[in-house]
């Protein structure tokens, strides 16, 4: 089956930069994607790696590994409005496209 | 307005009772699925439907039935709502050329009492 780990919670200060685990089990790899939910909010679509390497986009970058199973999300410059919590996602082997979530990080940013 | 709505954003009901969860998108997307979120468990596939005639199950769909009216609409129900089944609901949508990516309606609060 597909199981992702995450840890429960990380905390940082404005400015710092922040890196977010997730290590992965899954039959049929397609790729790994990164949501931002805001309390009480949607889950919003942030990134997704498919091969291994760096995804860049502005202050959030990814990062995959194939062979480890193994990704991260880097927040950089962090702010105040960063604070949120952090999935990450793979397609579920047995459901097409639907996607099977992590139990996500939540980051606390303070000043 | 919004690509993705969900109605209604509130609800308590009885256990019991019989309760519909509607979501419309207007992102022309064939894919649609039905997610329950409980805190600390991040999100759950309840249902999934690639189009209108196509409804599958996901990892907890005991106790939730599913209705594909049309493409751009995909009701959630229970049919007899018991507490655990308290929870905040999403409905997402996702293209075919860009599966990872889905996009979330704002989602419902149901409270079971």
């Known amino acids: 089956g597909q199981s992702l780990e995450q840890p429960s919670e990380v905390t940082a200060v404005e400015g710092a930069i922040v890196q977010m685990n997730c290590t992965y089990q899954?039959?049929?790899?397609?790729?790994l994607s990164w949501y931002q939910q805001h309390d009480g909010g949607a889950p919003t679509f942030l990134s997704y790696n498919a091969l291994d390497g760096l995804e860049e986009t502005g202050r959030f970058s990814s990062f995959l590994s194939r062979s480890d199973s193994y990704g991260y999300l880097l927040l950089q410059e962090l702010q105040m409005k960063d604070s949120a919590s952090y999935f990450c996602?793979?397609?579920?082997?047995?459901?097409?496209?639907?996607?099977?979530f992590g139990k996500g990080t939540t980051l606390s940013v303070s000043s | 307005d919004a690509d993705v709505t969900q109605t209604p954003r509130n609800r308590i009901t009885k256990t019991g009772k019989r309760i519909m969860l509607e979501c419309s998108q207007t992102?022309?997307?064939?894919?649609m699925y039905w997610y329950r979120q409980d805190p600390g468990l991040g999100l759950r596939l309840i249902y999934y439907?690639?189009?209108?005639?196509?409804?599958n199950k996901g990892e907890i769909s005991d106790g939730y039935s599913v209705s594909r009216q049309a493409q751009a609409k995909f009701s959630l129900s229970l049919e007899s709502a018991i507490p655990n089944q308290t929870a905040l609901y999403f409905c997402?949508?996702?293209?075919?050329?860009?599966?990872?990516?889905?996009?979330f309606g704002p989602g419902t609060r149901l409270t079971v009492t």
């Open positions: 997402a949508t996702s293209g075919e050329d860009r599966p990872y990516e889905q996009y």
């Open positions: 439907s690639f189009d209108v005639k196509d409804i």
């Open positions: 996602a793979v397609r579920d082997g047995r459901a097409g496209t639907a996607l099977i």
């Open positions: 992102k022309g997307h064939d894919r």
């Open positions: 899954t039959s049929g790899f397609y790729g």
